[in-house]
């Protein structure tokens, strides 16, 4: 059965996996300056009429068999900011197993995963993103989807890449089995507030 179309309401609270993850140690890390993630997702084709593709929704042929909304972009998105902060993978805080993330949006996930990035005392720089897939195509909702990942990542739209490939008919995406992404993101310690001196 393809993912519901429509968003769910507020958050849940996260699941045990996401809070034994969090409650690692999540003051600022030690100050390395720049950290550099990456991500990589996979979801294969399944009934439906649509996919969810960097927070926006996508008419298609097909849907994607999925526990969440399936969108392969954000998925791959969440585990480059894990990464770069060495905070696990989008699993370990959501997995599939729970209930309550069933059909759940995936900016939900960012959300999450960007806190924890400014917990460990960073801000995100820039994020590139790529799909791999022969259908569907981006023409025509790729500004809509570089606007909404700036949106969740606190950034001006020129600070987020997405890019679209095929594999040349290979592999399981060229046979159009299902779809795949991969992302980037440059981390930088967040800036700090300057220390006003007491007037004497």
Same mark, same amino acid.
């Given at each position: 059965m393809s993912e519901p179309a429509s968003s769910p309401g507020p958050a849940a609270s996260p699941s045990r996996g996401a809070q034994a993850v969090a409650t690692a140690p999540l003051g600022p890390l030690a100050p390395l300056g720049p950290r550099v993630g990456f991500g990589f997702d996979v979801h294969a084709f399944g009934p439906g009429d649509q996919v969810w593709l960097a927070? $926006? =929704?996508v008419p298609? #042929?097909? @849907?994607? $068999?999925?526990?969440?909304? &399936?969108?392969?972009?954000?998925?791959?998105? =969440?585990?480059?900011?894990? &990464?770069? $902060? +060495?905070?696990?993978?989008? &699993?370990?805080h959501f997995p599939d197993t729970d209930p309550q993330w069933r &059909?759940?949006?995936s900016h939900?996930?960012? #959300?999450? =995963? !960007? @806190? !924890?990035?400014?917990?460990?005392?960073y801000v995100v720089g820039n994020a590139d993103l790529t799909l791999l897939a022969e259908a569907p195509r981006l023409k025509g909702h790729r500004d809509a989807m570089i606007a909404r990942v700036a949106e969740l990542l606190e950034l001006p739209t020129d600070a987020v890449g997405?890019?679209?490939t095929t594999t040349e008919q290979m592999g399981f995406t060229g046979r159009r089995e299902g779809l795949a992404a991969q992302? +980037?993101?440059?981390?930088?310690?967040?800036p700090v507030a300057p220390t006003v001196s007491p007037e004497l």
């Open positions: 927070g $926006v =929704c298609h #042929t097909q @849907g994607v $068999v999925a526990h969440s909304d &399936g969108d392969v972009l954000l998925h791959a998105l =969440c585990d480059a900011l894990l &990464g770069a $902060v +060495a905070l696990g993978d989008i &699993g370990q &059909g759940a949006a939900r996930f960012v #959300t999450h =995963c !960007l @806190g !924890l990035v400014k917990a460990r005392g997405l890019k679209a992302a +980037a993101v440059m981390l930088w310690p967040a």
